[in-house]
């Protein structure tokens, strides 16, 4: 059970910003927001992740909702190698017993 | 620096056959995950070794097994293949313990595994 709803599937132009969004209505107030991709013949790949604030890094922004319902993983100039599905998962992940429960994910597109 | 290595990169099997996969983490972490891929489906966690015990276990049958060793290198085996069993598995590896300054998994490539 992933717990986490994503739409299968995006597309963005090269060079645009892309707004990802992922709902998790049940979130527990411990649980952390996450976000991986994974590109064609890869590995899943970590992006971001945060609990209640908004969070940046030099991959892409963390939009939070305040009732941590929902969050939207921003990508602010998408390029073509930012083709790939990404996953939106709720947990602590970490600790010595931390998992990653993975959904379907969303297929993003880039055109150039 | 190294990433997560993991071989062999693909293999093909026979019904009924055994398979072991190996994973080398990251120098330095002594957590490594095992997760299984089926084509177009999210990855889903099978096994979560810490320090060479086992901390986690997905839902799957007992035919899967792993082990890690005191390197911190780990193994994935399955027993008596079945058709279902054919997909990609991920290695993931960890500093661990319980610090989320630790967070953070790096994935391997993984092993594309086909069962005939």
């Known amino acids: 059970d992933a717990k986490t709803t994503q739409p299968n599937s995006m597309e963005s132009n090269e060079e645009e910003p892309v707004h990802l969004p992922c709902n998790h209505s049940t979130i527990s107030g411990t649980d952390y927001i996450h976000w991986y991709r994974q590109l064609p013949s890869q590995g899943p790949e970590y992006v971001i992740h945060?609990?209640?604030s908004n969070v940046n890094n030099r991959m892409a922004s963390l939009a939070i909702a305040e009732d941590r319902k929902s969050s939207t993983l921003i990508l602010h100039r998408a390029t073509l190698r930012d083709a790939a599905v990404y996953y939106c998962i709720r947990g602590p992940v970490w600790g010595n017993t931390g998992k990653l429960i993975f959904g379907q994910g969303t297929t993003l597109q880039v055109k150039p | 620096d190294a990433g997560v290595t993991q071989s062999p990169t693909h293999l093909i099997k026979t019904r009924g056959q055994q398979v072991t996969l190996r994973c080398s983490p990251i120098?330095?972490?002594?957590?490594v995950s095992w997760y299984q891929q089926v084509l177009g489906q999210g990855p889903q966690f099978i096994f979560q070794?810490?320090?060479?015990?086992?901390?986690g276990r997905g839902n799957f049958p007992d035919r899967f097994s792993a082990r890690q060793f005191p390197n911190y290198s780990s193994e994935l085996n399955v027993n008596a293949l079945l058709l279902g069993d054919s997909a990609l598995y991920l290695c993931?590896?960890?500093?661990?313990?319980?610090?989320?300054?630790?967070?953070?998994?790096?994935f391997g490539s993984g092993t594309r595994l086909t069962v005939v």
């Open positions: 120098s330095g972490h002594k957590s």
């Open positions: 993931a590896s960890s500093l661990g313990g319980v610090l989320k300054a630790n967070y953070g998994y790096t």
């Open positions: 070794y810490y320090e060479k015990e086992e901390r």
């Open positions: 945060g609990l209640t």
